[in-house]
T-cell receptor, first 118, second 112 residues
Framework: AQKVTQAQTEISVVEKEDVTLDCVYE???????LFWYKQPPSGELVFLIR??????QNEISGRYSWNFQKSTSSFNFTITASQVVDSAVYFC???????????????FGKGTLLTVNP | DGGITQSPKYLFRKEGQNVTLSCEQN?????MYWYRQDPGQGLRLIYY???????QKGDIAEGYSVSREKKESFPLTVTSAQKNPTAFYLC???????????FGEGSWLTVV
């Protein structure tokens, strides 16, 4: 069965600090996709990134960067120079094909609550 | 603006009553989903639908029902058979065959 583990339940940092959110996954699929979502206090899940299992290049988007290491089954997320607006719950997720193909569901970790203090 | 609209945002229900959560999307997505989120937990899949007039049970379908009569709409009914219905419910959609799923703003259901 698929599994996503976010061992950090809560992290608290001071503004401008860098912070890394850990994600470890388990899957038997050879092809799979990993995701990060942000859930601000309003509740909506905001899509941040999608990465397929064949692409191990690190990705950077502004202050956000992602480190995918297939050898350790990890897909970690770093926020550089954190800001108060980064405060949210962050979810890592793993896709799984369902319904006979051409459709997917996501298996989510339990999330990491990030609090950035001024 | 294109998006997924859930209503109501907050809902209170008495024990023994059924309640229906609305989900509408104008993204022209074929697939729609309902997830449940409990405090400190990840999201768990309740039901999903790949096309109109078809839907499948997810991991925690007991006590819930859905319909998919229109492409844009995927309402979720929380029945009295659901033993612990108080939770945050998230509707989502995606292009069929594409695994990036987009979410609505969610609905809080409280049983009183």
């Amino acid at each position: 069965a698929q599994k996503v583990t976010q061992a950090q339940t809560e992290i608290s940092v001071v503004e401008k600090e860098d912070v890394t959110l850990d994600c470890v996954y388990e899957t038997r699929d050879t092809t799979y996709y990993l995701f990060w979502y942000k859930q601000p206090p309003s509740g909506e899940l905001v899509f941040l990134i999608r990465r397929n299992s064949f692409d191990e290049q690190n990705e950077i988007s502004g202050r956000y960067s992602w480190n995918f290491q297939k050898s350790t089954s990890s897909f970690n997320f770093t926020i550089t120079a954190s800001q108060v607006v980064d405060s949210a719950v962050y979810f890592c997720a793993l896709s799984e094909e369902i319904g006979g193909g051409s459709n997917y569901k996501l298996t989510f970790g339990k999330g990491t609550l990030l609090t950035v203090n001024p | 603006d294109g998006g997924i609209t859930q209503s109501p945002k907050y809902l209170f229900r008495k024990e023994g009553q059924n309640v229906t959560l609305s989900c509408e999307q104008n993204l022209n997505h074929d697939a729609m989903y309902w997830y449940r989120q409990d405090p400190g937990q990840g999201l768990r899949l309740i039901y999903y639908s790949q096309i109109v007039n078809d839907f499948q049970k997810g991991d925690i379908a007991e006590g819930y029902s859905v319909s998919r009569e229109k492409k844009e709409s995927f309402p979720l009914t929380v029945t009295s058979a659901q033993k612990n219905p108080t939770a945050f419910y998230l509707c989502a959609s995606s292009i069929r065959g594409w695994n990036t799923i987009y979410f609505g703003e969610g609905s809080w259901l409280t049983v009183v």
